[in-house]
C-alpha cells in the first residue's frame, strides 16, 4: 500500500515535470518561429513591470534599512562600521534583491495569471481561440513570459539600488556612520 501510493506521487510529479518541459519547448518554439503579439506583450510589461514596482520599492526599501541597521550592531561591536555599506550592497546585489523581487512578484503576477488563465479555461474561452485557429500558447503564454524577462532584471535593479539608498539613510543619517565609509 505504502509503495502504491509513494509511486503514484512520484508517477504524477514525473509528469507534470514532463508537461512543464512540454510547455517551456513550445513556448521556446513560439518566440522563434510566431509573429510576437506586440500589443498583449505590452500590457503584460505594464501589468507584470509597472504594476509592481510599488511592492518591489517598498520590499527593497525595508530590506535595505533592516540589513544596514542589523550588520551596524553586529559590526559595531568589532570596530568595523566601514564595512557596513560595503555588506549591504553585496548582499543586496548577490542575494536578496533577486531573491525578494521574485517573490514578489511571483506572489504578485503569479496568482493573477494563473487566475486569469484558469478562468479562461474554465469558461472555455480557450478552446475558442482554438477554434478561430489561435494558438493558445502564442496568445496566452509568449507575450507574458516575454514581459518576465524584460521586467524582472529592471524590477531587480529598482530594489537594489532602492535597498541600497535605504541602507545608507539609516546608516548614515541615523547611526551616524560617515558617508565616506559607507560609499566605499
Request: proline share 3%.
Amino acid at each position: 500500500m505504502l509503495f502504491r501510493y509513494v509511486g503514484s506521487a512520484v508517477l504524477s510529479f514525473l509528469a507534470y515535470l514532463g508537461e512543464l518541459l512540454l510547455l517551456a519547448t513550445d513556448t521556446f518554439h513560439s518566440i522563434f518561429a510566431s509573429p510576437i503579439r506586440w500589443r498583449l506583450f505590452l500590457a503584460q510589461v505594464l501589468e507584470v513591470g509597472f504594476r509592481s514596482q510599488l511592492v518591489v520599492i517598498m520590499t527593497g526599501a525595508f530590506t535595505g534599512a533592516v540589513f544596514a541597521a542589523q550588520t551596524y550592531f553586529q559590526f559595531h561591536t568589532l570596530g568595523m562600521d566601514s564595512a557596513v555599506g560595503s555588506v549591504v550592497a553585496v548582499s543586496m546585489f548577490r542575494e536578496l534583491g533577486p531573491v525578494l523581487t521574485g517573490l514578489m512578484v511571483a506572489g504578485r503576477v503569479g496568482a493573477a495569471m494563473s487566475a486569469e488563465i484558469g478562468t479562461m479555461k474554465v469558461t472555455e474561452q480557450i478552446d475558442a481561440l482554438r477554434a478561430l485557429g489561435v494558438y493558445p500558447v502564442d496568445y496566452l503564454v509568449v507575450p507574458r513570459t516575454l514581459a518576465m524577462m524584460v521586467s524582472m532584471p529592471l524590477l531587480v535593479a529598482e530594489c537594489v539600488g532602492i535597498g541600497i539608498l535605504a541602507g545608507y539613510f539609516v546608516g548614515v543619517g541615523l547611526l551616524d556612520i560617515p558617508a565616506v565609509y559607507y560609499v566605499h
